[in-house]
């Protein structure tokens, strides 16, 4: 639509659906040099939805459970990252720009170095974006020249060199074109001790080339007026189609079923990171509220056993569904109230966007992609469309939800109606978001 043809290239990983496997055809078979061993790679094309996919196939790397967090990760990507610029010139397709994710695809940036003589590669750009700088696959210095096949001149504080060993995150911060991460404020915050996970020197280094935009949704995935999962579909004009789902998620729970009762959901990792150890603080002191919790998620042990503990104390307060169930997230947000998301980091989080889609208002903490998508209620001027506090205390994710249960306790057909309105009326699509990818790729062409 904005005149931007994306190719998409990905492993071909075991647990891709049998379905898309039938779909894909092999478009091109080669041998990828690495270090000193030669390896089949096999390229295969799948047009879904309008974009072409390519799968970069190996089965003795990927053809098995999962996707990453094996012993052999370094060779793995290594593998794949050469297989990429190997396979470009034998596919029907010449890129403009090449937008590397994360550590995984990291070392593109730094092998294309050796590709520049070559007149198809000479010009490609480069853009790296950060999903999670906390993850930066960092492996034995022995991989620079076994598996990648670069020289010790890249092995230097401006290169690859991450304390003494090899880090792909480093290479696409230090030689992509660009960089970019999920959202302005966590482009700020990497550039700091606390956040930066050792890097914010490279990151302030290289601030002008580092820019923050915001993840969207798929709006049709999360759309509540059409959501097959839900009880009742309903959109912002229609309000008490929405306390039906709230009713009906009640009952299929084992909760008390009261429409007048505040519920607060939370679909999420159960982990530090994600606030957990705040909410374990205070959960007591949360459950002497008007109000009934449901998690939903898989994590840590601690705050598993934590909320299976809280159920079976309160089990009309509190439901605890430790896995992941697609259909009943759907759910959760379509009946909650508010939508809990203290973490400690986010660096966009998609969660308290899907939330304020389905009228749940979202209590976060004013970090990474939170602060910039949660604007805090200010009762003064009736603005805003979810709750949040500043610091990581314990006691300030307290107040703040006793804040949000008094106003929808106070104002629920007031001002917090009107809240629910404009949370749910927000545009949350890739639409502004492609944009701003597209304005970036043409400046990127420019330079």
């Not at 390519?54 to 089965?59: A, L, P, R, T």
């Not at 759309?223 to 999962?229: E, F, K, L, T, V």
């Not at 169930?325 to 400690?344: C, G, K, Q, T, V």
Request: hydrophobic content about 40%.
């Amino acid at each position: 639509k904005l005149g931007v043809e994306p190719r998409v290239v990905l492993p071909k990983y075991g647990d891709t659906p049998a379905g898309y496997e039938k779909q894909m055809e092999l478009v091109h078979r080669m041998s990828i040099h690495v270090g000193w061993r030669n390896q089949y790679c096999g390229v295969l094309k799948l047009v879904h939805e309008g974009v072409v996919f390519y799968f970069i196939d190996n089965e003795a790397h990927f053809k098995r459970p999962g996707t990453y967090g094996f012993f052999d990760d370094g060779e793995r990507f290594a593998f794949f990252n050469r297989a990429v610029l190997e396979a470009l010139p034998f596919l029907d397709f010449k890129p403009d720009v090449i937008h590397c994710h994360d550590w995984h695809a990291g070392m593109i940036p730094v092998l294309l170095t050796q590709y520049r003589n070559q007149a198809f590669f000479s010009r490609i750009k480069t853009i790296f974006t950060i999903h999670n700088l906390q993850y930066q696959g960092v492996f034995s210095k022995s991989i620079l020249g076994d598996l990648l096949g670069l020289g010790w001149e890249h092995f230097n504080v401006n290169g690859v060199e991450y304390h003494d060993q090899v880090s792909f995150m480093k290479g696409g911060l230090n030689y992509a074109n660009a960089l970019t991460t999920v959202s302005p404020t966590y482009a700020r915050e990497i550039q700091t001790p606390f956040f930066g996970a050792d890097l914010e020197g490279v990151l302030s280094r290289r601030q002008s080339f580092l820019s923050g935009i915001i993840n969207g949704i798929d709006v049709e995935e999360w759309n509540p007026q059409a959501d097959p999962h839900l009880a009742r579909n309903y959109t912002w004009r229609s309000s008490k189609r929405k306390a039906e789902n709230k009713l009906a998620l009640q009952k299929e729970l084992g909760l008390e079923e009261d429409p007048n009762i505040p519920l607060l959901g939370m679909v999420t990792r159960l982990a530090r990171q994600k606030g957990l150890d705040l909410v374990a603080h205070v959960l007591e002191e949360i459950l002497e509220l008007n109000l009934q919790i449901v998690v939903l998620g898989t994590g840590e042990a601690e705050f598993e056993q934590m909320f299976g503990h809280f159920a079976g104390l309160h089990p009309k307060k509190v439901s605890a569904n430790i896995r992941f169930e697609n259909a009943l997230a759907h759910r959760i947000y379509a009946a909650s109230d508010l939508f809990l998301m203290p973490s400690l980091f986010e660096p966009c989080g998609l969660g308290q966007l899907i939330a304020m889609r389905y009228g749940s208002l979202p209590v976060v903490r004013e970090t990474g992609g939170l602060k910039d998508t949660v604007q805090p209620y200010n009762q003064e001027t009736d603005q805003g469309n979810g709750f949040s506090f500043a610091n990581y205390n314990a006691h300030e994710l307290l107040f703040t939800v006793q804040r949000a249960v008094a106003l929808y306790e106070t104002e629920k057909d007031g001002a917090w109606k009107r809240m629910v309105a404009r949370a749910m009326r927000a545009d949350f699509s890739w639409g502004q978001s492609a944009q701003r990818y597209k304005e970036l790729y043409d400046n990127v062409l420019k330079c």
